[in-house]
T-cell receptor
């Protein structure tokens, strides 16, 4: 059974600081890994999708890395802004379903 | 614009009522999913479908049922709502095939049973 862990559970940083969010998973037999953003009481917005054969993926200020053999992914957010405040979810796809971590709740202070 | 739609966004209903949560997608995706999320907790898969007339239960036991009569529509029904059903329900879809395209989620339905 795939288990996904996200560390830290919560993070508070001043505006402009870089964010580093960690995700680990127990079963390396994955097809891809997806990072999502969730605002309070809302649905999930997809941020980045990394295929199992890729090492990293970038979109604007966001960069995600994947080390499948060690079961780890990291999401980097450069030059954080108050609008980046949200919960960030890591999800691993084994082609049957997405297995989610509990998320990292980020607060960016102006 | 291709998207996935859930209605209603919020629902407060009395115990014992029958309810249906709607989910529709315009992307022609074969695979559709229902996830349940309690406040501050992880998402858990409760139902999925790989195409028309295909439905399966997920990992988390749920008293709800689903149907898939049309590709674009995947409604979830609770025959008799109870306070323990209070939660957020998220619908998702993706195309068949591995890797490639990720999951797309709807905005969710926040259900409160009183």
């Amino acid at each position: 059974k795939q288990e996904v862990t996200q560390i830290p559970a919560a993070l508070s940083v001043p505006e402009g600081e870089n964010l580093v969010l960690n995700c680990s998973f127990t079963d390396s037999a994955i097809y891809n890994l997806q990072w999502f953003r969730q605002d309070p009481g809302k649905g999930l917005t997809s941020l980045l999708l990394i295929q199992s054969s890729q090492r990293e993926q970038t979109s604007g200020r966001l960069n995600a890395s994947l080390d499948k053999s060690s079961g780890r992914s990291t999401l980097y957010i450069a030059a954080s802004q108050p609008g980046d405040s949200a919960t960030y979810l890591c999800a691993v796809n084994d082609d049957y379903k997405l297995s989610f971590g509990a998320g990292t709740t980020v607060t960016v202070r102006a | 614009e291709a998207d996935i739609y859930q209605t209603p966004r919020y629902l407060v209903i009395g115990t014992g009522k029958k309810i249906t949560l709607e989910c529709s997608q315009t992307m022609g995706h074969d695979k559709m999913y229902w996830y349940q999320q309690d406040p501050g907790m992880e998402l858990h898969l409760i139902h999925y479908s790989y195409g028309v007339n295909s439905t399966e239960k997920g990992d988390l036991s749920s008293e709800s049922t689903v149907s898939r009569i049309r590709t674009e529509h995947f409604p979830l029904t609770l025959e008799s709502a109870r306070p323990s059903h209070t939660s957020q329900y998220l619908c998702a879809s993706r195309p068949s095939g591995t890797g490639g395209v990720g999951y797309t989620f709807g905005s969710g339905t926040r259900l409160t049973v009183v």
